[in-house]
T-cell receptor
Framework: LAKTTQPISMDSYEGQEVNITCSHNNIATNDYITWYQQFPSQGPRFIIQGYKTKVTNEVASLFIPADRKSSTLSLPRVSLSDTAVYYCLVASTGTASKLTFGTGTRLQVTL | DTAVSQTPKYLVTQMGNDKSIKCEQNLGHDTMYWYKQDSKKFLKIMFSYNNKELIINETVPNRFSPKSPDKAHLNLHINSLELGDSAVYFC?????????????FGEGSRLTVL
């Protein structure tokens, strides 16, 4: 069971780059790392997923070091609408998949 | 069209009652899930079904019983409701078994037990 740990909260100004790190020391070989965004009164929404090195899409980048014991979600030039809770999820394809979400990081973006 | 829809969105009931939450997905996914999010915002998986078969059943009281009449529907029935059952329950679906693919969540059903 790959438990994850994230900072409880972060603050940023609009226009800045934000990096949120998730620790998953006992990640298994088959585990993938996925990040979700959740706004109040809504369900989580997929942002990005990766296995190793770097993944980039239109909204974020995901950096995963060689040992895969942590990962960093990078949000370029955040805006007020990026204020949300960000969850790190370590998912396995094995029979013991637990789909465990981390505690989440509450990002507050201000002017 | 809403991809994953849950009903009801809000549910207020007394302790000891029995209630159900329904979930439907129109994405053609094979796997559906129920998650519970408590007041501290922890998001914990409760159940997962793949093609109407239970594949994940976390440590959940047997008062909670999921039912999947077909792969597009996963309902959650709760017997003898307790105060601690108050939470937001999210239904989700994915294309790939065991969550490797993207999880699509519903809007949530806020259950309040008085």
């Amino acid at each position: 069971l790959a438990k994850t740990t994230q900072p409880i909260s972060m603050d940023s100004y609009e226009g800045q780059e934000v990096n949120i790190t998730c620790s998953h020391n006992n990640i298994a070989t088959n585990d993938y790392i996925t990040w979700y965004q959740q706004f109040p009164s809504q369900g989580p929404r997929f942002i990005i997923q990766g296995y190793k090195t770097k993944v980039t899409n239109e909204v974020a980048s995901l950096f995963i070091p060689a040992d895969r014991k942590s990962s960093t979600l990078s949000l370029p030039r955040v805006s007020l609408s990026d204020t949300a809770v960000y969850y790190c999820l370590v998912a396995s394809t094995g029979t013991a998949s637990k789909l465990t979400f981390g505690t989440g990081t509450r990002l507050q973006v201000t002017l | 069209d809403t991809a994953v829809s849950q009903t009801p969105k809000y549910l207020v009931t007394q302790m000891g009652n029995d209630k159900s939450i329904k979930c439907e997905q129109n994405l053609g996914h094979d796997t559906m899930y129920w998650y519970k999010q408590d007041s501290k915002k922890f998001l914990k998986i409760m159940f997962s079904y793949n093609n109407k078969e239970l594949i994940i059943n976390e440590t959940v009281p047997n008062r909670f019983s999921p039912k999947s009449p077909d792969k597009a529907h996963l309902n959650l029935h709760i017997n003898s409701l307790e105060l601690g059952d108050s939470a937001v329950y999210f239904c989700a679906s994915s294309q790939v078994e065991r969550g490797l693919g993207e999880l699509f969540f519903g809007e949530g059903s806020r259950l309040t037990v008085l």
